[in-house]
């Protein structure tokens, strides 16, 4: 007679295949190792110790998955962080990448553009093109993906207070390639209260800017439906000096305050909860950060579950992005950065991640060459081709080390929650500073073990190597900005400037009300609106946050 155990794990073999699960067929692999040995789908604990397990991958609450067959199907999305200086060199480096086996694109968005404010404004000066791709207009976006068709592609935005206008943009450049929205996918983080709490590229007040967050939602479920509306974000929290239960804490409550905002707009959780992507941070605790992922999935599904009352499994899923920790790179001894990434990389891959960015060796020091990034494209390929990681559900599933530390982080982690449940949501605690002190508490103690030897980084504080020379890394064209100022006025002196002023008014009238203002934004970015009159616009009716 089978065991109830056998007879789970038989049910679960045969319901893997489900359409609604599995959208591909399992890769074309031998499922081997070299001495011939079979890797099986899944390895499950002695019945004895069953019990205290997490259950099965694709199935609540998800801790070893949220698909049956995970990697076995196909391999996680393999994207490289990329924008610097004008749209077009960055459309040469996208080719590049695709060139190179990339399988998603990400996008990277100068500071200017990240806070609303065009090429030519004072503001601007100094930072046009440095950290990310200046994009004024829609024309900026349409040299950016040119010869890139976004039916095709899968692409992720790290943007915030003007995830709106860039989103539209997007939607812009889709429809004049002919594009049928409904089959665009990627991402748009959209995540602006971890502004608040770690990064600083915020401009509008909170409450107005949860609304910009709630109307993508809305937007994009009825137009948008495979686009990710937002990417709550962790990894910020982490860069800013977070530990990871505090970074998972605090991204979770924010996605809390997200949910909470959109079911108070009167959304049915069912409509929008599947299209919410978390991205999270892989730094160099290995079994930690393993640990860390597959909590994160268990708790996300219970509160789905429990405190909203998701009904579809869709929902209760947690799908993340990873990206290996760029705090932790050196500007000593660049080339130990690549064994950093690689183990930051292959801990995400052990967490069950769906889409991964590896930094490169030199971004301590620059944006990435083209043989830094190749590289580093390079580690993703090779742990997911190579090393036999990927053959296997939730390898790591079942360590003592690991499933002591699931559930501890879990325990912590509901702890922080009912902290900020108390304190009156994210909101409040962001403007009661309580995220904001708790993070830099913990950033100073880890500089402190650092500078006490307590903790030992390679090359930094311990095996340094005397004399190292500069190695040479990428510059940015100082004459870039006028040639962006160019483009920028070229723009202006084409459009139709009654339109445009007439698509403007109508935001600030929409932003005075309560209509939804993505057609808004979206009718002035098809009239060649910039990203800083779309931003003054909203900024004339909101005001900016000064706290």
Same mark, same amino acid.
């Given at each position: 007679m089978k065991s109830p155990i056998k007879k789970q794990f038989e049910r679960w073999q045969e319901e893997r295949v489900k359409p609604s699960l599995v959208k591909s067929p399992e890769r074309k692999t031998p499922f081997?190792?070299?001495?011939?040995m079979t890797v099986e789908r899944l390895y499950l604990p002695p019945e004895s110790e069953y019990e205290t397990q997490s259950g099965f991958p694709g199935e609540y609450p998800f801790t070893r998955g949220i698909y049956p067959s995970m990697y076995r199907n196909r391999l996680w999305t393999m994207r490289q962080y990329a924008g610097f200086g004008t749209a077009e060199e960055s459309n040469k480096r996208y080719h590049y990448l695709i060139d190179q086996g990339t399988t998603g694109l990400?996008?990277? #968005?100068?500071l200017p553009t990240? !806070?609303?404010? =065009?090429?030519?404004?004072?503001l601007a000066e100094g930072e046009v093109g440095k950290v990310g791709v200046a994009i004024d207009t829609l024309a900026d976006m349409e040299t950016l993906f040119d010869g890139i068709r976004l039916d095709q592609v899968t692409t992720s935005m790290t943007i915030n207070a003007t995830a709106a206008t860039l989103l539209c943009m997007y939607v812009a450049v889709a429809r004049k390639q002919g594009a049928n929205l409904a089959t665009i996918s990627g991402t748009i983080q959209n995540d602006i209260l971890k502004e608040y709490i770690a990064r600083g590229t915020h401009i509008f007040p $909170?409450? $107005?800017?949860?609304?910009?967050?709630?109307? !993508? #939602?809305?937007?994009?479920? =009825?137009? &948008? $439906?495979?686009? @990710?509306t937002i990417s709550i974000s962790g990894y910020h929290i982490r860069e800013a000096g977070a530990t990871a239960v505090q970074e998972l804490a605090f991204t979770l409550t924010n996605a809390i305050a997200y949910v909470q905002a959109a079911v108070d707009r009167g959304l049915d959780v069912d409509r929008f909860g599947g299209q919410l992507s978390f991205f999270f941070n892989a730094h160099n605790n290995f079994f930690e950060e393993i640990a860390k992922f597959r909590a994160a999935r268990r708790i996300w599904a219970k509160i789905m579950k429990e405190r909203f009352g998701a009904k579809q499994e869709e929902t209760m899923r947690l799908r993340f992005h990873a990206q290996t920790g760029g705090s932790t790179l050196t500007a000593q001894q660049i080339e130990n950065n690549v064994v950093r990434v690689t183990l930051q990389a292959l801990a995400a891959v052990?967490?069950?991640?769906? /889409? %991964?960015?590896?930094?490169?060796?030199?971004? *301590? %020091? *620059?944006?990435p060459t083209e043989d830094s990034v190749r590289l580093a494209l390079r580690t993703q390929q090779i742990i997911g081709h190579e090393s036999g990681v990927a053959d296997s559900i939730d390898p790591i599933g079942g360590s003592y080390l690991v499933e002591s530390m699931t559930d501890e982080i879990e325990q912590r982690v509901w702890d922080y929650i009912a902290k900020v449940d108390d304190l009156g949501g994210a909101v409040q605690a962001i403007e009661k500073q309580f995220y904001q002190s708790e993070i830099a508490e913990s950033a100073y103690k880890y500089q402190m073990a650092i500078e006490r030897k307590e903790k030992v980084i390679v090359g930094v504080n311990d095996f340094r190597l005397e004399g190292e020379q500069r190695p040479d890394t990428l510059r940015i064209d100082e004459e870039m900005r006028t040639k962006q100022i160019r483009? &920028?006025?070229?723009?202006?002196?084409?459009?139709?400037?009654?339109?445009?002023? *007439?698509?403007?008014?109508?935001?600030?009238t929409d932003a005075g009300? @309560? =209509? @939804?203002? !993505?057609p808004s934004i979206l009718a002035a970015v098809e009239?060649?609106?910039?990203?800083?009159? !779309? /931003?003054? *616009?909203?900024?004339?009716?909101?005001?900016?946050?000064?706290?």
């Open positions: 081997s190792t070299d001495s011939g990400s996008v990277a #968005f100068d990240q !806070i609303g404010y =065009d090429s030519d404004h004072p $909170p409450q $107005p800017s949860m609304r910009l967050v709630t109307d !993508i #939602f809305e937007w994009c479920s =009825d137009h &948008l $439906p495979r686009w @990710n052990l967490g069950g991640c769906q /889409s %991964l960015h590896t930094n490169s060796r030199d971004e *301590a %020091l *620059a944006l483009k &920028l006025q070229a723009t202006k002196a084409t459009r139709d400037r009654t339109k445009v002023e *007439a698509k403007l008014k109508k935001i600030q009300g @309560n =209509d @939804n203002l !993505i009239a060649y609106a910039t990203i800083g009159e !779309i /931003s003054d *616009a909203l900024r004339n009716v909101w005001g900016e946050y000064e706290k």
